[in-house]
């Protein structure tokens, strides 16, 4: 008897540490993922990646517009370094859906080529206090002889998951609450 009940114990903790430890896996593998196509310029397949009901508010065309120009765009070269992911909370279930928040960190180059743009000297300043007041001033680092920027941002992400192996990402940042208002449950906006 006793050693049934050390045998079911053990599979009980066994099954728990897995679930645990599987969620945490999925959303990792999808924001990896997310990230790659990122890095690799594919825009078409980095929207499938993001939350549906957030295209309501921005559509899915318009959204790989604005990847496509902040990331493949000849004026401003970016790339995505030392991609890491630092936490992932445990998911909640919320109607028919779960959610869980996954803090980040990348460190970015930012190369812009000023020539592209007229007033480039009054541009130039908007971008660095621009960068500055979004990620920090100690996160960005200015390399005036080679003329770019070192970006080491911190992030944080709600991953959403209809049935907790494929998720999908809406980036969280207190500049996008109005916008998040009409895609997340309140619950979740109150957590950040």
Same mark, same amino acid.
């Given at each position: 008897?006793?050693?049934?009940?050390?045998?079911?114990?053990?599979?009980?903790?066994?099954?728990?540490?897995?679930?645990?430890?599987?969620?945490?896996?999925?959303?990792?593998?999808?924001?990896?993922?997310?990230?790659?196509?990122?890095?690799?310029?594919?825009? $078409?397949?980095?929207?499938?990646?993001?939350?549906?009901?957030?295209?309501?508010?921005?559509?899915?065309?318009?959204?790989?517009?604005?990847?496509?120009?902040?990331?493949?765009?000849?004026?401003?070269?970016?790339?995505?370094?030392?991609?890491?992911?630092?936490?992932?909370?445990?998911?909640?279930?919320?109607?028919?859906?779960?959610?869980?928040?996954?803090?980040? $960190?990348?460190?970015?180059?930012?190369?812009?080529?000023?020539?592209?743009?007229?007033?480039?000297?009054?541009?130039?300043?908007?971008?660095?206090?621009?960068?500055?007041?979004?990620? $920090?001033?100690?996160?960005?680092?200015?390399?005036?002889?080679?003329?770019?920027?070192?970006?080491?941002?911190?992030?944080?992400?709600?991953?959403?998951?209809?049935? $907790?192996?494929?998720?999908?990402?809406?980036?969280?940042?207190?500049?996008?609450?109005?916008?998040?208002?009409?895609?997340?449950?309140?619950?979740?906006?109150?957590?950040?």
């Amino acid at each position: 008897m006793r050693k049934k009940l050390m045998i079911f114990l053990f599979s009980l903790l066994y099954t728990f540490a897995f679930s645990q430890n599987n969620y945490e896996n999925t959303i990792k593998k999808d924001l990896n993922s997310f990230v790659q196509n990122m890095k690799s310029k594919d825009m $078409g397949k980095a929207v499938e990646y993001i939350y549906p009901k957030y295209f309501t508010v921005v559509p899915k065309e318009q959204m790989k517009q604005i990847l496509n120009f902040t990331y493949n765009n000849p004026a401003f070269k970016t790339t995505i370094l030392d991609f890491k992911i630092i936490d992932i909370d445990k998911p909640e279930k919320i109607n028919s859906e779960l959610f869980s928040f996954a803090n980040y $960190g990348f460190k970015m180059n930012l190369k812009i080529d000023w020539t592209s743009f007229p007033n480039s000297q009054q541009l130039k300043t908007q971008i660095s206090d621009g960068l500055y007041k979004k990620f $920090g001033k100690e996160n960005v680092t200015y390399f005036s002889k080679e003329d770019y920027y070192v970006i080491n941002a911190k992030m944080k992400a709600c991953a959403v998951s209809h049935d $907790g192996i494929n998720w999908k990402f809406v980036i969280i940042e207190k500049d996008y609450k109005p916008q998040l208002v009409k895609v997340l449950p309140k619950k979740i906006l109150d957590k950040f």
